[in-house]
């Protein structure tokens, strides 16, 4: 199969900088995507990388390895509204759907 | 631009019931997806339709899921009969098109209770 691996959990700081990374099967897939989903509401779309490198958008920034199959999402300037699960999730060749990991929960603190 | 549509957005049913989802996806969108999301994991693809035919319905239960879309617009995702671990958000989405980006729009979802 296609696993897609993240931590479940993570707790930062108001203001700081958190890494959540992201660990794949490097075959299979044509791309990663990150998504933000909070508590009770639907997935929205924060990036997308197909080839390897930074792809930085405001505080939110992704970065892909595929010969590594790896990828991290980095937040600066951490805001209390972050608090939320980070979607980690790749598209597999072909016309296929994404396939998702099961999500870190951040939660930012005072 | 309207986003996507689904209903009803709660539904709470007994086991061995059956039970309906709507989806309305973004005007011109040609692919369409239902996923499942349990509490505490990622959603999981249940099925894409492409205008309207199945493209991938490799992980839909089909002894007691189905879904259809007809006219390649709306579709409706079909629970019958439902068991209890069919408790679940129904996440509806869909792109414009399979090549490149293929930035998925989700819709609300409908949160399923099965007692």
């Known amino acids: 199969g296609q696993n897609i691996d993240q931590p479940t959990e993570m707790t930062a700081t108001e203001g700081a900088i958190v890494q959540i990374n992201c660990t794949y099967q490097?075959?299979?897939?044509?791309?990663l995507f990150w998504y933000q989903q909070h508590a009770g509401e639907a997935p929205t779309f924060l990036s997308y990388?197909?080839?390897?490198g930074l792809e930085e958008k405001g505080r939110f920034s992704s970065f892909l390895s595929r010969s590594k199959g790896y990828s991290y999402l980095l937040l600066k300037e951490l805001q209390m509204k972050d608090s939320a699960s980070y979607l980690c999730?790749?598209?597999?060749?072909?016309?296929?759907?994404?396939?998702f990991g099961s999500g870190t929960r951040l939660q930012v603190q005072p | 631009e309207a986003g996507v549509a689904q209903s009803p957005r709660y539904k709470i049913i007994e086991k061995r019931q059956s039970v309906a989802f709507w989806c309305n996806p973004i005007?011109?969108?040609?692919?369409l997806y239902w996923y499942q999301q349990i509490l505490g994991q990622g959603p999981k693809l249940l099925i894409q339709?492409?205008?309207?035919?199945?493209?991938?319905d490799s992980q839909l239960p089909k002894d007691r899921f189905s879904a259809e879309r007809l006219k390649g617009v709306d579709s409706t995702l079909k629970i019958q009969p439902a068991k209890l671990e069919d408790s679940a958000v129904y996440l509806c989405?869909?792109?414009?098109?399979?090549?490149?980006?293929?930035?998925?729009?989700f819709g609300p979802g409908t949160r399923l209770t099965v007692l």
């Open positions: 989405a869909s792109s414009l098109d399979t090549s490149g980006r293929n930035e998925q729009f």
């Open positions: 005007s011109g969108h040609a692919t």
């Open positions: 339709f492409q205008n309207n035919g199945v493209v991938d």
């Open positions: 999730a790749g598209r597999g060749t072909g016309r296929r759907a994404l396939t």
């Open positions: 990388n197909v080839l390897d």
């Open positions: 490097t075959s299979g897939f044509n791309g």
